[in-house]
């Protein structure tokens, strides 16, 4: 597609709900990143794939998160057992470049997820 | 949380004026990278800076990468309205990048 595409747009859960966040990277990108957006704060790092590869989930925040992305393109991240405090938006970004590749990196939209 | 220390945290400006934000650090960083978001929407880089003492423009805005690495700065010039929204400044080395919490600049016609 022509930019990194995130669905849902918004999701609700009630507390307790699992999740699941859809990146459709742009095609043929090769390193994929999850972040993680609260309100009035900037992005923080969540996990990064180099194609199927998920090099680095550090930044992700409890063993309720878990991110895949099986065939090296579209991603999913998933939260289980949803608690309030998982309320933000979760931005995915796309770039060409193996590795981090930041300055051909391009984000989605983003999933505001309300926890409830 | 964040590690870096952008500031000011908002801005209230006229049209036409110029505005300036920057972001500190106790850490190094390889490349400091400058972005702005729209509500709704994802943030969009504006200008990439790769060397210390290193002086980037993009049109009207200006930026650079501080010599002790540790800090940035951007300049708009001569403001208008679609200006607004919210600039996040953002540090990177081996590969981990951390965002500031953003400036949110509001541009009155």
């Known amino acids: 597609g022509a930019g990194v595409s995130q669905s849902p747009r918004y999701k609700v859960a009630k507390r307790g709900q699992d999740v699941a966040l859809r990146c459709d990277p742009i095609?043929?990108?090769?390193?994929l990143f999850w972040y993680q957006q609260a309100l009035g704060q900037g992005p923080e790092f969540l996990t990064y794939?180099?194609?199927?590869?998920?090099?680095?989930k550090s930044g992700l925040p409890s063993d309720r998160f878990f991110a895949e992305r099986p065939e090296g393109s579209v991603s999913t991240l998933k939260i289980q057992r949803t608690q309030q405090e998982d309320s933000a938006v979760y931005l995915c970004?796309?770039?060409?470049?193996?590795?981090?590749?930041?300055?051909?990196?391009?984000f989605g939209q983003g999933t505001r997820l309300t926890v409830v | 949380g964040q590690q870096l220390n952008q500031s000011p945290q908002s801005m209230f400006i006229q049209e036409g004026e110029d505005v300036s934000m920057n972001c500190t650090s106790s850490?190094?960083?390889?490349?400091w990278l400058w972005y702005k978001q729209d509500p709704g929407e994802g943030p969009v880089l504006l200008i990439a800076?790769?060397?210390?003492?290193e002086l980037t423009s993009n049109g009207r805005l200006t930026a650079q990468f501080g010599i002790t690495r540790k800090d940035s700065f951007l300049n708009i010039s001569a403001s208008i309205p679609s200006d607004v929204g919210i600039y996040f400044c953002?540090?990177?080395?081996?590969?981990?990048?951390?965002f500031g919490a953003g400036t949110r600049l509001t541009v009155k016609p």
């Open positions: 970004a796309s770039s060409l470049a193996p590795g981090r590749g930041w300055t051909e990196a391009f």
């Open positions: 953002a540090g990177l080395f081996k590969g981990d990048m951390r």
């Open positions: 850490s190094i960083f390889n490349t």
């Open positions: 095609s043929g990108h090769v390193s």
């Open positions: 794939f180099q194609n199927e590869a998920q090099l680095d």
């Open positions: 800076l790769y060397k210390a003492g």
